[in-house]
């Protein structure tokens, strides 16, 4: 099995997707990061040495809310100025746990870095998408106000990135619609299982995703949250 890397903008049921690989026999890592209500399945290695890089960017603070292209440009150059070391001993000590699955938002960013010391024939990509009127409820549940318009046109160019990057290095890609693994299982797992010549069933997804399936993830009740929330915070600004 080729290594994975799997390519988000955030909030996109990436977890549960990297979780599900996990289950396939992917390795995380030896330790991963985990937030206040789940497990992120990011190996916490490699968000340390992105948070890094990102600092040496100046985007460590704006990369989850303002897209700039010129950002992945500069990351690519920081091959020819910066300690390898780090970041060599990270890929190699990866190397020795293949196969290995890497996801962190981050990387959308820092990927023009990590690919020119990976073996491209080495790994393939995974892109979890998600709709947008399902991400920008789960955005404001986790009090990120923003409004739709912004929600789709953030996650619209951070999308047309990863795309221009999976074809630039003529990269093998897997498409999950984070929606359709949910409201579609079987059909979705087939594909999956297709893709990247894996055997997952539905049993492995239950064991990784703790909500009914066949319906949408954010209901009514989530939906009405999040517009409480929405509105109360437009009205706070307006003073």
Same mark, same amino acid.
């Given at each position: ?19 599900? $690989? ?6 995380? +890592?030896?330790? *991963?990061?985990?937030?206040?209500? @789940?497990?992120? /399945? ?6 340390? $040495? ?9 985007? =460590?603070?704006?990369?989850?809310? #303002? ?11 920081? !091959? ?8 060599? *001993? ?13 996801? &962190?938002?981050? $990387? ?10 990976? #073996?491209? &024939? ?9 709709? !947008? ?9 986790? %009090?990120? !106000?923003?409004?739709?318009? @912004? ?8 999308? +047309? ?7 630039? /290095? ?8 984070? =929606? &359709?693994?949910?409201? /579609?299982?079987?059909? *979705? ?17 239950? #064991?990784?995703?703790?909500?009914? $399936?066949?319906?949408? #993830?954010? +209901?009514?009740? =989530? ?11 437009? %009205?706070?600004?307006?003073?």
């Amino acid at each position: 099995m080729k290594n994975i890397i799997v390519l988000t903008s955030g909030l996109s049921g990436s977890s549960v997707v990297t979780n599900l $690989l996990c289950r396939a026999g992917y390795w995380p +890592g030896d330790s *991963t990061c985990k937030k206040s209500d @789940y497990n992120t /399945h990011e190996n916490s290695r490699l968000v340390v $040495l992105n948070e890094q890089l990102l600092q040496l960017l100046n985007y =460590d603070q704006e990369y989850s809310s #303002a897209v700039k292209p010129n950002k992945l440009v500069q990351a690519a150059e920081l !091959i020819n100025t910066i300690d390898l070391m780090p970041f060599k *001993t990270f890929v190699a000590e990866c190397d020795k746990a293949t196969p290995w699955v890497w996801k &962190d938002p981050r $990387l959308w960013v820092t990927m023009p870095f990590w690919i020119q010391l990976l #073996a491209e &024939d080495g790994f393939q990509v995974v892109f979890v998408d998600r709709s !947008i009127s399902q991400r920008w409820i789960s955005e404001l549940l986790r %009090r990120n !106000i923003q409004t739709i318009k @912004y929600c789709a046109t953030y996650n619209s160019e951070i999308k +047309g990135l990863i795309k221009q990057f999976v074809e630039k /290095h003529q990269l093998s890609c897997c498409d999950v619609l984070f =929606d &359709d693994l949910i409201e /579609h299982p079987e059909n *979705t797992l087939v594909l999956i299982n297709r893709s990247l010549d894996l055997t997952l069933e539905l049993s492995d997804l239950k #064991a990784v995703y703790n909500k009914p $399936l066949y319906k949408r #993830a954010r +209901g009514l009740g =989530d939906f009405l949250c999040s517009m409480l929330i929405y509105f109360k915070n437009y %009205r706070i600004r307006l003073k």
